[in-house]
């Protein structure tokens, strides 16, 4: 059986606009209201960072503007190192990486360009992080070419070394390059990171070592071993499997 | 002082200045637009939406090369701006006839408890109520007894005369306490 109430509320224009006024309790969160300011807004900052910077530069005695310029100069390098692809700055930090790489020595080099490649790879996770849709395109572009020097640069130490342990130590950096990439694309589902057929470091790693161990005495185990990882790297695709099948054999065994 | 200085020294001032006025009114519009969606998702959709075209509208306002009106009132305007995206999206979405007030959670559930159930005990009543008025009635209430603007601003707002703001606000007030005092039945 159903009851039925009747609830009759009497209030009086007094009572009522004090109800209205207890309205003012409905808020926006606050950490929303921040966030869309920034979104709106967001150029806010450093627009009026420019802005003060000019002011105070214009208002300088003459003889205090060549000391300026020179504190804007080695600031602007400072700025650089922190700017992504797509920044006013960024071409200043890719200056002062060149000018970096002049120093290193060839047998450096591909160590040094799988660093700067694992920086470009660092870059991107900052844009993913901050969401900066507009700069994935440039950082992409600039993670494929460090790639692309990197197998440039190990190209020309598989031609000459003989050493197994520099090309231990060479596909031990490129293992984790590729596992930082794979990381950023699981976590951040950023797609175009993968390296063209052409310039894949690990392929120019393999083929030394392939070349290398054919000139060794494998065990039979060792030799069925072998013949996987040549099929994996006639696949095109499994590099990577390849290698870590080559660095086996290719460790010193007991 | 270079066109280039100045210009980057308006820019920063545009900033500055409608920064205050989103300090100002963010509350205020927020609160005029949730009263009217029941929903605090798309109260914040609408409200950021607001304070966006109003900055596009404040930005080209300041600039002489545009030929835009300046923004004297930006109260006036961002509500106006607030009044039509939410006649926008009840048109867009079909809600207008859809939605009741009696199946539309009285707050979002992500709010904490206290405040749902302060909100669904007494002042909820008031809100249930106000949602059932008509758009003017609503409008007149906030405006003068939430937001403390004078009848002169409300009126100028409603585009009516200082006496017939009056006169809408007393019928207003009248039509909020018939709908709080009807008899529910639970």
Known sequence: MAYFFVIIIVMTQKELIFKIRELRQIKPREDWVSLTKSQILGEESRNQSVASIFQLFFSLKPSYIGLAIVFIFFGAFGFAQSSLPGDLLYPVKKIVERSQAVFVSEKGKPQASIELANKRLEELTKIAETNQVKKIAPALEEYQASVAQVTKNLAKVTATTSDPLVIRELAESTQKLEKNKEKLEQTYGIAGLEIKEGSNPMKVLVEWLINDLEKRTLTEEQSLLFETAKKDYEAGDRFNESLEKLLFLSSPQE | ?186
């Not at chain 2, 949602?131 to 603007?149: A, G, S």
């Open chain 2, 1 to 186: 002082m270079t066109s280039l200085r100045l210009g980057l020294l308006n820019m920063a001032n545009y900033r500055k200045e409608f920064s205050k006025i989103y300090d100002r009114y963010i509350n205020k519009i927020y609160r005029f637009i949730f009263l009217k969606v029941n929903s605090q998702e798309i109260a914040q959709d609408l409200t950021s939406e607001t304070f966006l075209k109003g900055w596009e509208a404040f930005e080209k306002s300041q600039n002489p090369g545009h030929n835009n009106q300046k923004v004297e009132n930006p109260s006036a305007f961002l509500y106006q701006i607030a009044r039509n995206l939410v006649i926008d999206h009840y048109r867009e979405k079909g809600k207008a006839q859809l939605v009741s007030v009696e199946y539309t959670p009285i707050i979002d559930p992500k709010q904490d408890l206290e405040e749902k159930s302060l909100l669904e005990s007494d002042i909820g009543q008031v809100r249930l109520a106000l949602n059932d008025l008509k758009e003017d009635y609503q409008n007149v209430i906030i405006w003068h007894y939430l937001d403390d603007l004078p009848i002169r601003e409300v009126a100028k707002m409603l585009d009516r005369t200082e006496e017939a703001t009056r006169v809408l606000l007393h019928r207003a007030l009248k039509s909020l306490k018939n709908e709080i005092n009807r008899p529910q039945i639970s």
